[in-house]
Structures are given as C-alpha cells and as structure tokens.
C-alpha cells in the first residue's frame, strides 16, 4: 500500500546468486545460480477486482479458481494475491482485523484451501501479502490496546500520553489532514498512525508484537504458501522518541520513515524463526532510497532479504507530464549494474497502487494502445530480473476516466480530495492529476468478455468497470491470434525458454538515443539484441550489433527495416528480440 508519491522497493527472501564474469566478459552457465523464483513470472491479483463467483459485485477467492486455467495459460507461475484478511476495508483490506480468518466477501478458509491446493495442482507458487506495519483498528488487539492505559495490550502499539502535550508533527500517508497522531479520549492519549485513521501502526520494538507476527507467519506456512509479501515493512522500526523532523521532511519520506534503527535485525529474527525453516520466500515493500541500502538488506551473507524490486522506474511516472525515456534508461541500467554482481533484482512497473502500464508508459489511444502495450510487456520480460505482471497489463486494461470526486473509492483519493480542498488547492488541476493517476484506475474489475460487466459479475460491480470492455478483453484476444494477449504468452514462452533473457548479462546499447532502448542480453554464447521504440512515430538508431542478425525471435509488426549499415528504424512503438550470430 503507498500513495502515488510513495517510493517502494520490495524485496523477495531466498539465496543470492553470485555472477562471475568469464575472460570474454560474458556470463557462463556454470557461473550462475538457477532458482524456480528467478526463473518465474509473478502475476498480482487484486482479488476484489479479478472474478466475481456469486454476483455481488466483488471478485472472491473461488472466481480466482474459476479462472486458474486462464492465468496457467499465460505461462506464469506465482500468483500474488492482495490482502484476504478478514478486513473492516476502510483501505480495501490492508486494515486486518484478524490475521487467521477470511475476508467474508472473498469466501471462506475452505474457499483458500482449495483455491492453494488448485494453484499447486498447476504447479503455481502462491504469495500471500501479509500486513504487519499496522493492523485495523477493529483488531483485538487494539481494541484491548486503546481500553486502557495498564491493559496488557497496551505497548503493542505506539501511544502518547496527552499530559506530555501534543506530540511532535509526524506526518500520514492517508489522513485528510495529514496528520499520524490521533487523539483517543479513552485513555486521553494519541495513538500512531502512518496511514490511515483505522491503521494504527504496531509496536514492533515490543518483542510480544514480532513473536506474534512470526506465529501469524508460520501458520500460513504451515497452510503451505510459497512466499510472503511483507506490506510497508520498511516502516516497521521507528524511533520511538518521535522527535521533531525538519520542516518539508515529508517530501522526502523513506529518509525519515524508512529503514528505522532495528529493522536488520527484525528481519534477521523473522529469518531464523520462520523464513528458513519453511520452503518459502519473502516479498518485502520497503528497502530504503540508496543501492546501498537495498544491498544491506538483500546480500545473501545478511542471512535477510534477497531479490531488490525497486520502484525507482514506477514512480517516474508521478504527474501529468509523463517521463523521460533517458531517465527510464538510467534507472533500469543503473539497478542491473548494481546487481550484475550480487543479488538479484525484480522488474515491474505497474501494481495496485499506481495506475495502468499503457495509460502511464504506453499510449493508450485506440491507434497505437496494442502495439505499445506489447512492447512494454516485451521490456518487462526481456530483462534481468523476476518480472511482476499486474492483472490485465496482459490485455493491455487502461485508465477509466471518472468526472467526480464521487465515483472514487480508494481512500488515498478520498481523503486527498479532502485535504486539498482545505488548503484551497486549485482543484480542477488536482482532479486532472487524480484521474491519471489514482489508484483506482489499477483496481477496476478484469474485463473477460463483452457481455454485462465484463463477464466479472453478474452483480453490480464494487468500482466501475471501463466502458472500452466490448472491444478490449480476453475473450476477443484468445481469438485474435494477433493480440496483446497472445502477444505476451509468446513472450513468456520465450523468456522461459531461453536463459539468456534471464540470466544473462545486460549491456545497453544507443543510450543518447532519445526515443530507443536498445540492449542486448548475452549467456555463454548467445546473445540477444532486444530494442524497443517509445515513440508513436518512427524512430532510427544505428547499431553495429544489427549487422549481424541470425533470426527475429520476437516482433510486434510484421517486418523489420533494418539496412545493410546497421541502421534500424523502427516503426511508432515497435519491439524485437534478435538472435546475434556469434
């Protein structure tokens, strides 16, 4: 969970591998370290929005069954669910209110139980979010908590007392006025809340807090989940004297918030009470604002965390202006240097907490919507890393364009609607802003046929769904050999069919070319050259490396312009994957 400003890294929990470089420069086969978590394709399901199985208007736990053999067929294998905790929902079930229990709207344990098992029956790996920075404030403990100042409960979260005056300013991600630090008459005391209101943030300096999330862990392990997504972990360790941070320090949040005093050695305990003892791996959101931070988090001899994903490439994309494809260069080029050595990283750049890959990376107008979404699903799946797809980037899903302040339903925009009008903030500028980017638009049901709803329910849906669904959905896409769709299985089966594309070794090509990312991938003797225009018209680059094309693997036209002087134009958004003679 995050807003649209929040930088995240996320973090996956198993062994590091080492690379070696060989006397030629290139990548041998012997030298890396082949696991089933590099070598896979994580898919992210928001379970709200993914299947509706009983026409209430909101997916569940057994429409992902129903669909279990569609997400097969892409050529995945792990599945990351959002929160399906039982959940008051005040942030769509990032608030727990019992950690052991089932959202009723998704079903039941037994719903989970079979839904597990038909994941690993397909031989799918599942990921469960675990939200342990906070819980909702309708949780027991909390509610023992805030009853009164001796009760036992008391230091699992972090409380003021009122007679020590207000506390310091702490600044929230989610309340309407911005403040973390909630007033409770009760006990006439402020509790901390970082996000929302009903979030109140545990205290994990109370060693009873961290035994407790550790059983909570285990008891899903013993279920038999593969991994673990850790919800706004880098939040987790505070200086619990909360003193008073310099003026703006909000604008620069992981600094203050993030990688608090002890959260190395959290991460240690958690690692020798239940990560090494169960086959499972760790997603962790939060891992500083440095290569230096995230590395002491993810080297192997840490005995912590091992697989960086960044999201220094998601958050280019934070204001109506768009980005810079140098500045997309750098930052993907710079993390894969980093890591070329030691540890290993994650690409994505879309999730639920940012709005949709094309509309914010692509171009999502009617013309050019389908080949830019192919080539940014080709960049995902061409570079070093563990590629995080988001549900419906596979079918090339858009922004939905709301009018009113009314058809929101994410919290981060309800309550920065408020905040914004209180500080007399230009508002239609700020709708302009909310409706490129809120949350919302990567949260609106899958669109699986053309019929009522999308096929997603036979109910009224929870958010709208887009009103492109007759002409963009999976059922026209299976049909359409040429689709976005049958594009991407293609692209996964030539990722998983080729090590190079994940292994090997990244070198970037052209990097003044101001509308082509250009890079080659090499392994043992194999090298691929993948090149990608960004632009909606045609884009020329000169590579010695075109020279010596042996076959096109991958290409999301029908032809290549490339001459005899290594000259290659591309066409508006085009991608391709060649295979280098040696």
Known sequence: MKTLLLPILLLVTMCACTNKKSQMQDKNTSEITREWWKEGVVYQIYPRSFKDSDGDGIGDLKGIIEKLDYIKSLGVNMIWLNPIYASPNDDNGYDISNYRAIMKEFGTMEDFDALLKAMHNRNMKFVMDVVVNHSSDEHEWFKQSRSSRDNPYRDYYHW????????????????????????????????????????????????????EVYNIMKFWAEKGVDGFRLDAFQFVSKDTTFPKLPEGYEKNIIKYYGMGPNLHSYLREMNDEVLSKYDVFAVSEGAGSTLEEAHNLVDADRNELQMAYHFEGVDLVNSLEGYKLSKLKEVFTKWDKSFSKKGWISIFLSNHDVARLVSRFGNDSPEFRAVSSKMLNTFLLSMRGTPYIYYGDEIGMTNIDFDSISQYKDIAAINGYKKALSEGQDMALFMKKLNFLSRDNGRTPMQWNDSVNAGFSAGKPWLPVNKNYKTINVASQEKDSNSILNYFKKMVELRKNNKVLIYGDYELLGAENPNIYAYTRTLDDKKMLVVLNFTDHDSSIDLPESKNLEAILINNYKDLNNDENGNLTLKPYQAVICLLKN
């Open 160 to 211: 003021w007392p009122a007679e020590k005056g207000k506390p310091p300013y702490h600044w929230s991600f989610f309340d309407e006025k911005g403040e973390a630090w909630k007033y409770d008459s009760l006990t006439n005391s402020y509790y901390l809340h970082y996000f929302s209101q009903k979030q109140p943030d545990l205290n994990w300096e109370n060693p009873k807090v961290r035994q």
